[in-house]
């Protein structure tokens, strides 16, 4: 089955660019997604990119996925406090349901 | 629409008590999932369900974790007997599912358990 890999903490001070990345192993996935975590709360989708793209740019944040390598990432411009948080990569297993989640990254922001 | 519903939104027990972990996922969404997040293992899915029959549980860790959806609108995740290593937050989801769009999974504000 799918596995998704990504590191466990960042930390970035605030108005700094801060980039998540993340890893996966099945190659079929059509569409891939990052999600957002705030303390005591359920995940949200983030954004989304389909697989046959390279880039998505919504505001500050720009996804970049790299199909050879397997290598998704997030880029968050100009990074804020509120943007502390858990962000999930999820990437399906074989088809679109259900998903899979990486461990989460734990961005932490600086003031 | 209010979202994914879950309740309680905490609950403390004693070992050896059973658990009962109830959601309501948004109308008309046809999958629903069973998540459980803990610092050690991260999001672990559980099991799912399309159209209120079980498509996989095999990541329901023991026999003492049971769900049901008994219809479209309410899902059930039971441990009987519950034990201190199933102190965790539980996550319900719900997503419209289907192949060539994305799939949205929507998630409640979970249940914190602990189980003393």
């Known amino acids: 089955g799918e596995d998704v890999e990504q590191s466990l903490f960042l930390s970035v001070r605030e108005g700094d660019s801060s980039v998540i990345n993340c890893t996966y192993t099945d190659s079929s996935s059509t569409y891939l997604y990052w999600y957002k975590q705030e303390p005591g709360a359920g995940l949200q989708l983030l954004t989304y990119?389909?697989?046959?793209?390279d880039m998505k740019q919504d505001q500050r944040l720009t996804v970049l996925l790299n199909k050879k390598d397997k290598h998704l990432s997030l880029r968050i411009a100009d990074t804020q406090t509120g943007d502390s948080a858990i962000y999930f990569c999820?990437?399906?297993?074989?088809?679109?349901?259900?998903?899979?989640f990486g461990k989460g990254t734990r961005l932490s922001v600086i003031a | 629409d209010a979202g994914v519903i879950q309740s309680p939104r905490h609950e403390v027990t004693e070992m050896g008590q059973e658990v009962t972990l109830r959601c309501k996922p948004i109308?008309?969404?046809?999958?629903l999932f069973w998540y459980r997040q803990t610092m050690m293992r991260g999001l672990e899915l559980l099991i799912y369900f399309n159209n209120n029959v079980p498509i996989d549980d095999s990541g329901m860790p023991e026999d003492r974790f049971s769900a049901k959806m008994p219809n479209a609108s309410f899902s059930t995740l039971k441990i009987q007997p519950s034990e201190p290593r199933d102190s965790a937050v539980y996550f319900c989801?719900?997503?419209?599912?289907?192949?060539?769009?994305?799939?949205?999974?929507?998630f409640g504000p979970g249940t914190r358990l602990t189980v003393l």
């Open positions: 109308s008309g969404h046809d999958y």
């Open positions: 989801a719900s997503s419209l599912g289907g192949r060539n769009r994305p799939d949205t999974q929507y």
């Open positions: 990119i389909f697989s046959n793209m």
């Open positions: 999820a990437v399906p297993d074989s088809g679109n349901t259900p998903l899979v």
